[in-house]
């Protein structure tokens, strides 16, 4: 893999700088901005995001259905949950696949929405640092582009989503409930026929405030550290490392809350003798959490979800940023 280019530092700082070539321009400068706005290069970002978020859920996905199953447990009023508690019970009772559950939907989910969610905010990035000749956003546009592309994003994956949540679900929940989907394409037609295809968009609210969150908590911190650590590490892998590593826990801390009523309004289903759900959207269901779970109940989950964050911020920026550069997009 090929190192991104290293900023001027003293050989005292650096010392693995010398072996690499020199930088064209000091870092901040507008010679290190991308030279080129052009449709290919948008058709770029996007390919290259929507790459960088499968290569992470590939390698991570058993911990995206361990934190779903550790919100459930939450959600049950079951106290003291232990991500290894929770490990051995799946692998007790369910299996080794139980893991796997709903990988072909997260796959499609995945790829739409890192494609967009990514894509989308680095084609306003080079945008704007073309237009304004620098290199680094401002803290308000990066903050207004990971937003927008954030909730663009979801809504355009939100079928894949509902899918993805009710997949992993499954075994968790009382035999009646369950709906024995065989598939991903078998999910999508029959929750359209029984259900109708506005149910394909349930909980959308909860998902666009999750997916803002996630991008806002993701793409601006890592792009301010990013800048920030370049006088002492240059644009190199351990700057890269060190920022999405602290753009995980931004995102972590960001979107969880969201991403529990997300997880609590597709899975749920009718209750009691009269068939009402158990909520009426996300205020009241952020509103019921307070009052069963407590404050810290919107973190529910955190350590099994930043377990998961931490290394998949940490592939999909550095995928991203790898291919950008070996594509001749960005210069850093």
Known sequence: MASPQKSPTPPSRTPAAQAAPPATAAPGTAASAPQQNSAINQIKNM??????????????????????????????????????????????????????????????????????????????ADYLKQKKKKVKLSLLESAGASISAGGCAILTVMPFDVVFVRMQAE?????????????????????????????????????????????????????????????????TYTNYIISSGLAGFGASVCCLPFDNAKVKLQKMTPQGPDKKMPYKGLIDCMAKCFRKEGFLGYWSGFWPFYSFLFPQTIVILLVNDFLRIKLGISKT
């Open 47 to 124: 390919l290259i995001g929507g790459t960088a978020g499968t290569t992470s859920i590939l390698s991570l996905y058993p911990v995206e259905t361990l934190k779903t199953r550790v919100q459930m447990k939450s959600e049950a009023g079951i106290k003291n949950i232990s991500a290894f508690g929770t490990i051995k019970e799946i692998l007790k009772v369910e299996g080794v696949k139980s893991f796997y559950n709903g990988l072909t939907a997260a796959l499609a989910r995945q790829f739409l929405f890192a494609s967009f969610r990514i894509g989308l905010f680095f084609n306003a």
């Open 171 to 235: 075994n968790s929940l009382p035999v009646a409930e369950r709906r024995g989907y065989t598939g991903l394409f078998n999910a999508l037609s029959r929750i359209a026929k029984t259900e109708g295809v506005g149910t394909l968009w349930k909980g959308s609210i909860p998902a666009v405030a999750r997916a803002m969150s996630l991008n806002f908590g993701m793409l601006v911190p890592y792009e301010q550290c990013k800048a920030f650590l370049v006088p002492y590490f240059g644009y």
